[in-house]
């Protein structure tokens, strides 16, 4: 029988622009997410069709508020440490650091934010995991600089890294540079801050914008490992699988390229240099990459680890012809006829995350860290208070099956991190509604409600499984 190692770390994750709010409290400079409305321009602006978003009086803007953890982040740690969490995972946001991006001296009140913050990680003997930058970036420096369109950015991140490493030393020793960074090519202004001029080549602005931001990892993990050998520092995905729709061979191929597309950022960072297949993939995108000659050699530095998020694998056929189309994150994919998918249309499939881990351990032989899992869900409120997501409870239990099938299959994995502790704005819609925590948080879509913590019925789940280490996966 499969045991789970005793330093595994069991956790919960949020993100500083999905959860903080406070958008102007502490110094705190405005960042690109700041910029994106609920409602119908979302998109467009989350996709960069907006070439200079700017603040509209009479919309909405759920990052502004999050779920006010500025405000409650101790008694939020406090019933996660209940939970007996050992991983805490939460970004910093760049902007309360250094408000435009390119001041010369860090905000000293957004430091001491988020040095109390892990000390009270620490106080309950919970490992905090760090996201530099989580669709994070300062608006200043896409107002004034293009965002990661400028060379010049890089200097920044890591004038802002730098300070991290050396501030919360000793406190965090797990970092990771980028989250999903593949993100970067499907929703460029959330993932990146990159919105688009009338008729430009949008491939060239991603992929330039792309090699500074590997050229920032990189360096990233090299300052990290010069302040401390402690440190440990991975990249991070958007993963699951891209199965093909048939055996027709052409569907098989589809596959294939969808594959080393989504990889390309993390053959980079875990290998150290751009991809064989990347040449050609340029060419055919009408690429011409813009590099110093020290850029191949900065690359060389790799990440310790792979993380990544998973909540569905992909599917894709040559021939869309007839096929049903199905939301996924962020990624669109053919919906597959196999498998159920959640309210908000995403495929669940368990098995998929098995597949996806034994896939990326053959590619990168390096250990895996799965810091997003969970289940967009809406819950409802019981009578006397309790809320049943038994609906959440038996996605997670499927999905830490399979991880445990894959651990079986010889797969090293450092620690299994749910999305998300707590209930916080979607990313993808800015909605309260699809919530994902093991705690409830009174907030709606319009941002009405009391603020109000209350556990739901997976709380106390997820508080056995990690008590048993992962022994007991029964409700
Ligand atoms: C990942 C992100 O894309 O998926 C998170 O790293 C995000 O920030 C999560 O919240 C789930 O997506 P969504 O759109 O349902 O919030």
Known sequence: ?????????????????????????????????????????????????????SLQPD??????????????????????????????????????????????TPNSDGIAFYRDMFLECKKFGIEPLVTLSHFDIPMGLVETYGSWRS????????????????EFSGLVHYWLTFNEINI????????????????????????????????????????????????????????GSFYPYSCNPADVWESVKKEQENLFFIDVQARGSYP????????????ELVMEDQDLEILKTCVDFISFSYYSSRCVAADLEGKAVNDGNIVRSVKNPYLQTSQWGWAIDPLGLRITMNQLYDRYQKPLFIVENGLGAKDEINDDGSIDDDYRIDYLRQHIQAMRDAMEDGVPLIGYITWSGIDLV??????????????????????????????????????????????????
């Not at 929703?187 to 330039?208: C, D, L």
């Not at 990892?217 to 990249?235: K, M, P, T, W």
């Open 1 to 53: 029988m499969f045991e789970f190692p005793e330093n595994f770390l069991w956790g919960s994750a949020i993100s500083a622009n999905q959860a903080e709010g406070a958008f102007q409290e502490g110094g705190r400079g405005l960042s690109n997410i700041d910029m994106i409305p609920y409602g119908p321009r979302r998109m467009d602006v989350k996709l960069g069709n907006v070439p200079h978003p």
């Open 59 to 104: 919309e909405y803007y759920p990052s502004h508020t999050g779920i006010d953890f500025y405000h409650h982040y101790r008694e939020d740690i406090a019933m996660m440490a209940e939970m007996g969490i050992r991983v805490f995972r939460t970004s910093i946001s760049w902007s309360r650091i250094f408000p435009s991006g390119d001041e010369e």
């Open 151 to 166: 060379r010049k950015v890089i200097g920044f991140f890591l004038r802002y890294a730098e300070t991290c490493f050396k």
């Open 184 to 239: 970067l090519l499907h929703s460029p202004f959330s993932g990146a801050g990159i919105a688009f001029q009338e008729g430009e080549n949008r491939n060239q602005v991603i992929y330039q914008a792309a090699h500074h931001v590997l050229l920032a990892s990189a360096q990233a993990v090299r300052l990290a490992h010069q302040y401390s050998a402690d440190n440990q520092v991975g990249c991070m995905l958007a993963g």
């Open 276 to 287: 064989s297949y990347a040449e050609k993939m340029f060419r055919e995108k009408g690429v």
């Open 426 to 475: 979607a990313s993808s819609t800015g909605q309260m509604s699809k919530r994902y925590g093991f705690i409830y948080v009174d907030k709606q879509n319009d941002g009405s409600g009391s603020l109000e913590r209350r556990r739901k019925k997976s709380f106390y789940w997820y508080q056995k499984v990690i008590s048993s280490n992962g022994r007991c996966l029964d409700s």
